[in-house]
């Protein structure tokens, strides 16, 4: 603790104290403490109202208590999940451009991947790097030891936000993302309209321990049952966001399934799903996935794709550090964006 407190401007013998401080702010003594060494843990609000209290007091100087006025830029993380999604990997490489194009009193940026299906191993980063971030933006895996990695971070100070997937409104966590109950709805009525309303339609997604897939899927199956009853939607399967994976569940659904009208990949890497599509002539299956990379454009221009949702890499970028530096802000949610064939830039 700081215990080097300056004599009173009008220079008499007695010296205010931190616990006087703490006093006459109506703190803790150990939120004074963080407020003077400048640690994190301290709602903006209250570390700002006891430093001006310490400037009367005369604890700090005024231009001492302009200084921790100041603060540096923050030290953000992002936490992608590692493998074949063409997607992520266009995401880490606009989170590349920023770090190396940042001006003055922008956000000092990391970005790791780590396995995306592994929860251990996200809790683990989450805790790693908390020594370090102000806030860490991550894809959220649905699973205990991520929730207690994430209760121990946010307890020590550290801002968490989930992009893409979260964690639900129960964890406390700020979220940057669709809404993705909507946007499995929006999937099911283009594969409805467009495969005119009878055969089978599978669905992909990298995994189940990703709340956003699943709530895809949930809408999926809403507007299924209430709009195109003559649709069968198979069990989902999951693909890993894995090209090579996708390729092969989807030339196995092709076998399976002759009368196979539609699918939907939840997660991402549609490539190998828009592969197999192709070499087996299948250009009259409703293929609908997400994000516009150069795969999925040229499974949109060839016909084997028919709808790309997309949430922007930057969009998603702006967003979490929007949340992470000003979390009293009233941020929107991302819109999300459609392209087909015929509407490509």
């Known amino acids: 603790m700081c215990s080097d ?3 009173p401007p009008d220079g008499t013998s007695k010296r205010p104290t931190l616990p006087d401080l703490a006093r006459a702010a109506g703190v803790s003594l150990a939120t004074v403490d963080r407020i003077i060494n400048q640690r994190r843990g301290v709602k903006e609000r209250t570390r700002l109202r006891v430093l001006e209290l310490a400037r009367q007091m005369g604890v700090l100087s005024a231009g001492e ?9 923050p030290n953000i993380v992002f936490l992608l999940p590692s493998g074949g999604n063409p997607y992520l990997r266009l995401l880490g490489d606009r ?5 190396d194009g940042g001006g003055p009193g922008a956000p000092n940026l990391r970005c790791f991947f780590i396995n995306g299906f592994n929860a251990e191993a996200l809790a683990e980063a989450l805790r790693r790097n908390a020594g370090w971030a102000d806030g860490i933006a991550f894809f959220a895996i649905e699973h205990p030891a991520v929730r207690q990695a994430a209760a121990e971070v946010t ?3 550290t801002r968490l936000v989930t992009i893409v997937s979260d964690l639900g409104l129960s964890s406390g966590i700020d979220h940057v993302g669709l809404d993705n109950h909507a946007v499995g709805r929006t999937a099911g009525l283009l594969i409805g309209r467009f495969s005119g309303g009878t055969g089978s339609v599978a669905l992909v997604a990298g995994s189940r321990h990703y709340r956003a897939h699943s709530e895809r899927e949930a809408g999926v199956l809403s ?6 009853p003559g649709l069968r939607v198979m069990p989902m399967r999951e693909g890993h966001d894995d090209p090579g994976e996708n390729y092969r569940l989807t030339l196995d659904l092709l076998d399976r399934h002759p009368d196979l009208t539609g699918i939907y990949n939840v997660g991402g890497a549609s490539g190998g799903i828009c592969r197999a599509l192709r070499e087996r002539g299948r250009r009259d299956v409703v293929m609908i996935g997400h994000g516009l990379t150069t795969d999925t454009r040229k499974a949109l221009i060839d016909c084997s794709m028919d709808a790309v949702f997309e949430l922007a890499p930057e969009t998603l970028i702006d967003g979490a550090i929007a949340r992470l530096t000003r979390p009293d802000g009233n941020a929107a949610r991302p819109r999300l964006d459609i392209f087909f064939r015929e509407n490509l830039d």
């Open 5 to 7: 407190v300056p004599t």
């Open 65 to 73: 208590a302009a200084a921790y006025t100041t603060r540096p830029p």
């Open 95 to 99: 989170l590349r451009a920023r770090m």
């Open 155 to 157: 307890g020590r100070g």
């Open 223 to 228: 507007i299924m049952e209430e709009m195109f």
